[in-house]
């Protein structure tokens, strides 16, 4: 089957394979197809995807050499990613939801959320929640799940303020600020 | 229910909002995280523009010398005139004897006028020297002519002192202090001696090459650093770097420089400096323990043989490669943008074959016995003159090359084959840079020196009995880097190097331990109140505009290439063909599919409608749409070989070359990259600048006006 390009599913497949090798070099210091596994989230994402911290560590483990060696091959990197891609996992947040989520933390609806507030919430170790907000589950079975939380390390939240901070206000108004780190997220793949 | 359901349903309804800032905060987490990585993808990727730009640039060195050998191997002149002119391009002007030297760059018959505030030195020089100059470039002043000579005449006697492997010892000062390149920053010198204090009997320095070229001070710097090692003999060393060299110095700045500051003297000046760099010292060794070179080493590096080497033979270490007759078209063709198959660098050529002699002009009829003579001896000039050419060694006090020992040097083994020797230990010192991989093979980017691994770096380690390697030559972006698991150090100390925002500098301390401290550094204020984003985007944006000046300089090649996936003429092609042509044709090794987002701005239906591309690239050029766009395609590609071959024309340094001059090199260059270009072609060049200088052409005015325009924020 063609595609409105003209490029059948193996072009397809080519296209994203030779995308991924690109960005898995630009990680390779040595040119020798590996890359340090630490830098693994960084070309999943730069790749366009947007995974969690749990679910980067399930993909590590994919990748990962049964002997872990602090490296990762391109080998076996390339069809993990490659299917990633295809299946359209970890697929980008739109900037309504990311709004919303802002929205989210800012419990008076100001427009702003303080300094000391976003800290909290960005360093939060994880929360205890119920595990079903069906009224009849909560009431009948009162269960709590604790979800792990991905805490901001202090670096992170450091170099977060410096650009989301309004000095003079001393807090973040998330809508300038979501509208200035909007990155043009064209979608980049093939159809 | 009652109230208990009420409180119940409170307690709910805040837990769901917990669970709900949870979960938002998690989301913008993610987000957030997404939105770094992307920042660093960027950021490496400009580095790899900005590097790989660079080591192409020192492929023009090649491009340059290929120039050189066609005019030699196959141009015949059509006239006496052109023939003058093309030899007046090898003599890069008149070497000196010792005596002539001191007498040519004389100082003491300047008078400094009473008007001058600047600084006064007297010698021998005293710490007050220093800091009074210290403070005076602060100011912005600039050092009498007369005292920069005196400096650089006493700077030499000084050197010729000193051995080819200078030793220090952690004993004496308790730490010794090495930099890497300083590349005319002085804003980077005044942080490292704000940071570190300044040299003194209980501070050592090693100062590691390439103190000039590419910043707007290298004057300046030369004038500190050889200021404090006549203070401080026993406490300053200063190695010779692959900059330290006056052909490297018309390219890369420094020349200009110099003769901007001192429009009178400058001339003196630079022939002064020519002669310091070739006696700067080799090599610095620490404790025995820690080799310290500008480059590298190779796998036949001989440190015996460089302790004995007449290292000022060497003024400069610049070569041209023999090339094989078949490699020639292929050579050709790429200069001219087109895209070849690449010979395998790893086998062909060997560093140790010399370029081919140039062919004797038409000898004149044998009856007019004058004229022969004459011819017989310009020509056996011409040999002679090639053959100094070939190591560009002064005229040496011992040897006189006559007629009789022209037999022996056209054999091209002999005496040339030591000296072959030698200057390949310097250029292997001076141009190497080390690789991941085992072995050792030529540097071909850089177009001397060779990329060593790190067994190489093993054996020269066991062999002389050391714990490892510092040197310079390449900008990391952390001010250093270690490599060859931590036994070769990469010292760099010009912050800022390629943009603002760039990468740091550092320095390295060594103490008795022989554990290396690092102090990193970034000498631009504005670079701290930029926010990551911020910084990123602006050393980016820099770094796009040189791509996008590189690939309109190819428009010609590209368009060619972007055809062979347009069989059908439609005038598009899709983005994955773009990425594979683009490479192809500028060669850079870049992430062109990472790029793309930066290059091309719009698609029709996920294709590139590359006409219009390319378009919008020459938009940036808009004022020079009368010349013909192959032309000024080479004049990009080539903007920095024909500044310096216009330097090379220009002996007196003036900027300026005559309308002649100028007009012979178009014809040259032009029959060199096979283009077609009308006495017409070359009059339209003239117009492009303005001028009116009496017939002469201020060839910087003339380059300048070939640069693309800054894109507006």
């Given amino acids: ?191 | 229910m009652g109230s208990g359901s009420s409180v119940n349903a409170n307690y709910k309804y805040s837990l769901q909002k917990s669970e709900n800032a949870f979960k938002a905060a998690v989301l913008i987490q993610r987000w957030y995280r997404r939105y770094v990585a992307r920042l660093e993808m960027r950021r490496r990727c400009t580095w790899r523009i900005f590097q790989s730009i660079e080591y192409a640039c020192e492929q023009d060195q090649i491009k340059l010398h290929n120039f050189f050998s066609y005019l030699m191997d196959n141009f015949t002149p059509s006239s006496s005139k052109e023939r003058d002119f093309i030899s007046r391009m090898f003599i890069s002007g008149e070497s000196f004897k010792e005596a002539e030297l001191e007498k040519y760059c004389d100082y003491e018959s300047l008078e400094v006028p009473d008007s001058y505030t600047g600084p006064r030195l007297s010698f021998p020089l005293l710490p007050d020297h220093a800091t009074a100059l210290l403070e005076a470039f602060k100011q912005k002043q600039q050092l009498h002519a007369r005292y920069v000579l005196n400096l650089l005449h006493e700077t030499r006697k000084h050197l010729k002192q000193l051995p080819n492997i200078s030793h220090v010892s952690t004993c004496y000062s308790e730490e010794v202090t090495v930099c890497g390149d300083l590349h005319g920053q002085l804003d980077d010198l005044f942080l490292i001696f704000y940071k570190n204090g300044l040299p003194s009997p209980s501070k050592s320095y090693v100062f590691n090459g390439d103190f000039v070229d590419r910043g707007k001070q290298s004057l300046e710097i030369l004038i500190i650093l050889f200021t404090f090692l006549l203070i401080y003999p026993k406490e300053v060393h200063l190695n010779r770097g692959n900059h330290e060299d006056h052909m490297v110095n018309l390219r890369y700045g420094f020349t200009k420089e110099v003769m901007q500051k001192y429009k009178l003297h400058g001339k003196k000046i630079l022939k002064m400096i020519q002669n310091v760099f070739c006696w700067l010292p080799l090599a610095t060794m620490i404790d025995q323990k820690v080799l310290v070179i500008h480059g590298g080493v190779s796998d036949t590096t001989d440190l015996d043989m460089l302790e004995k080497i007449q290292r000022n033979k060497f003024i400069s270490v610049l070569r041209g490669k023999k090339r094989k007759e078949s490699n020639r078209n292929v050579e050709v063709k790429e200069i001219n943008g087109e895209s070849q198959a690449e010979p395998d660098s790893a086998g062909n050529e060997t560093m140790s074959s010399l370029p081919s002699q140039p062919r004797p002009a038409q000898a004149p009829s044998m009856t007019n016995r004058v004229e022969f003579s004459r011819w017989v001896r310009q020509t056996v000039q011409e040999q002679i003159e090639w053959c100094r050419k070939l190591v560009d060694i002064s005229d040496s006090e011992e040897e006189e090359l006559t007629c009789s020992s022209l037999v022996s040097l056209t054999d091209l083994d002999g005496p040339c084959w030591t000296r072959q020797e030698e200057w390949k230990q310097i250029l292997d010192i001076l141009w190497s840079d080390p690789m991941p991989q085992e072995g050792c093979r030529e540097n071909t980017v850089r177009g001397g020196g060779c990329y060593f691994g790190p067994d190489v770096t093993g054996n020269i380690l066991e062999k002389y009995n050391l714990q490892f390697l510092i040197r310079s030559h390449e900008c990391k972006q952390e001010g250093y880097e270690f490599c060859h698991n931590r036994k070769v150090l990469t010292i760099f100390s010009a912050s800022n190097y390629y943009e603002i925002g760039s990468n740091r500098g550092a320095y390295v301390k060594l103490g008795p331990d022989l554990v290396p401290h690092f102090v990193q550094y970034q000498a631009n204020k504005t670079a701290h109140t930029l926010t990551m984003t911020q910084r990123i985007s602006r050393v980016e944006e820099s770094a796009f505009r040189a791509l996008r000046e590189k690939l309109f300089a190819h428009t010609s090649a590209l368009i060619s290439a972007f055809k062979l996936y347009d069989k059908d003429n439609t005038g598009k092609i899709t983005l994955s063909n773009w990425a594979t042509a683009v490479e192809s044709v500028l060669r850079l090794g870049l992430p062109w599919r990472m790029l793309r987002p930066q290059l091309v701005r719009s698609t029709a239906d996920g294709m590139l409608e590359y006409k219009s591309w390319l378009d919008d690239l020459a938009m940036e050029q808009r004022s020079q749409e009368h010349i013909q766009s192959s032309l000024l395609e080479v004049i990009y590609r080539n903007r920095s070989n024909l500044e310096t071959i216009f330097r090379i024309i220009d002996r007196d340094h003036s900027g300026l070359i005559s309308f002649e001059e100028f007009h012979q090199t178009w014809k040259l260059f032009s029959s060199h990259m096979n283009i077609e270009l009308t006495d017409d072609g070359i009059n339209d060049l003239v117009r492009s600048i303005d001028f009116n200088k009496d017939g002469n052409i201020d060839f910087n005015e003339f380059l300048e006006a070939f640069r693309l325009v800054k894109q507006s924020q």
């Fill in chain 1, 1 to 191: 089957m063609m595609g409105r390009a003209g490029i059948c599913k193996d072009g397809v497949i080519a296209e994203i394979e030779k995308k991924i090798t690109e960005a898995f070099e630009v990680f390779d210091r040595d040119g020798n197809e590996n890359v340090d596994v630490r830098e693994i989230g960084s070309i999943v994402r730069s790749l366009g995807c947007f995974p969690t911290e749990a679910e980067l560590h399930e993909l590590l483990a994919k990748v990962e050499e049964e002997e872990p060696t602090g490296y990762v091959h391109l080998e076996k990197f390339l069809p993990v990613m490659t299917k990633i891609l295809l299946d359209r996992s970890y697929r980008p947040i739109p900037e309504d939801v990311l709004l919303h989520a802002f929205e989210a933390l800012d419990e008076k609806k100001s427009g702003y959320i303080t300094k000391e507030e976003l800290v909290k919430h960005m360093t939060e170790e994880g929360v205890d929640t119920p595990s079903s907000s069906n009224p009849v589950a909560f009431m009948s079975a009162y269960r709590l799940e604790h979800f792990p939380g991905e805490p901001f390390t202090e670096e992170e939240m450091e170099e977060m303020l410096s650009s989301a901070l309004d000095p003079e206000t001393n807090a973040v108004h998330y809508r300038d600020y979501i509208s200035m780190m909007i990155v043009d997220e064209t979608d980049d793949l093939p159809q």
